[in-house]
Nanobody, 123 residues
Framework: QVQLVESGGGLVQAGGSLRLSCAASGRTSSNYAMGWFRQAPGKGREFVAVISWSGTSTHYADSVKGRFTISRDNAKNTLLLQMNSLIPEDTALYYC????????????????WGQGTQVTVSS
């Protein structure tokens, strides 16, 4: 059982930056891959980025590659998403998620989810 709570969302102008955080609690000693997903109005849940338990393997959606950076601090049980050069298309509800084992871009493979934090990018 893992509980996830996102924070750091807000309103930002295009070209600006935000840093999202995800605090994990519960049984976090196992090897969990963690990822960020987002959902915009009228769209399905979209993969954003994922990181392995060790933090040595990361993958990004093409739409955010070069602009977003995912990282984790296992000692602090925290997942981060640094978002730079934001564009209006990044506007969405952002979720963090965790799963046992290897990283995956398929949201149906993730066992635990936070409630989301809203990111709105104005133009």
């Amino acid at each position: 059982q893992v509980q996830l709570v996102e924070s750091g969302g807000g309103l930002v102008q295009a070209g600006g930056s935000l840093r999202l955080s995800c605090a994990a609690s519960g049984r976090t000693s196992s090897n969990y891959a963690m990822g960020w997903f987002r959902q915009a109005p009228g769209k399905g849940r979209e993969f954003v980025a994922v990181i392995s338990w060790s933090g040595t393997s990361t993958h990004y959606a093409d739409s955010v590659k070069g602009r977003f950076t995912i990282s984790r601090d296992n000692a602090k049980n925290t997942l981060l998403l640094q978002m730079n050069s934001l564009i209006p298309e990044d506007t969405a509800l952002y979720y963090c998620a965790a799963k046992i084992g290897d990283s995956d871009y398929d949201p149906t493979k993730y066992h635990y989810w936070g409630q989301g934090t809203q990111v709105t990018v104005s133009s």
